[in-house]
């Protein structure tokens, strides 16, 4: 009789075990090849108590210091503007050699505040990584084991980032469901302004277009509301906090994507305003070979 296989690591702590944090959770508690021992925390005693209560880690903390200290890997699910934070709490209790993560739909901000703390630390491997993947609903209920299978994975490794450190937080993805692609802050930035981020500015404006119409138009839309609107009016339900930090933390790049877009809805407003049938026809047969990539990519 062989023995089993070590798993990937012995020790994964979650910080943070809302969507993507209880997801990772689930994933690993079904599949110990991941990791032998969860920890999950989180500031939030009710958050604490239902972690505990979904029995999806092996121990619930609320200090992160002390959760820390025997990991072997520890991925901050926050959101982004208290990555940094959470980190510079983390780091002084890690052993050497662990690996620090994260899951962030941001990078450049990220990595400017973390690469201070990181120059302090330098045994312990940073590798973040942002699982495209998710929902509008939010906490440690909101999870499920499958979330990220055959979605991609896109992690930002640092310049000197050890080989050994980022295969292995490849492997995790991996072991997720995940498919993983590495490539730089900025340009992962950018991509992510034009394919998360921007959609979701427009949705919450779109929402509150319509909500401030007169009343009599208000309620209508509220009655007749057809699928187009809402699918807008599901993104626009996700989490106000992480979505406030998300657009000021990648400000830049989606301001730029958002000025794009302007121009071309002017574009099409001037092609429905001077009857351009040739222009209308046009876009929306773009916007139709789109949506057949996304479902030959296995992607909607």
Known sequence: MTDKPAPLFDTLVIIGPGLIGSSILRRAHADRRIARKLIACDISPKVRARVAELGIADEVAADPATAVRDAD?????????????????VLPAMKKGAILSEVGSVKVTVMEAMAPLLAAYPDIAFVPAHPMAGTEFSGPDA????????????????AGTPATALAR???????MGARVRDMTVAHHDRVCAIVSHLPHLLAFTICGTADDLADETRSEVLDFAASGFRDFTRIAASDPTMWRDIFLNNREALLDMLDRFIADAQAMGNAIRTGNEDVIVSRIKRGRAIRRSLIENRQA
Do not use: H, N, Y
């Open 143 to 158: 999870g499920f084991a499958t979330l990220f299978e055959d979605r991609w994975c896109l992690l930002t490794p640092p």
């Open 169 to 175: 937080v490849t492997t995790l993805w991996e072991m």
């Open 73 to 89: 890997c520890v991925i901050i699910c926050v959101p982004v503007g208290a990555i940094a934070m959470v980190a510079a709490q």
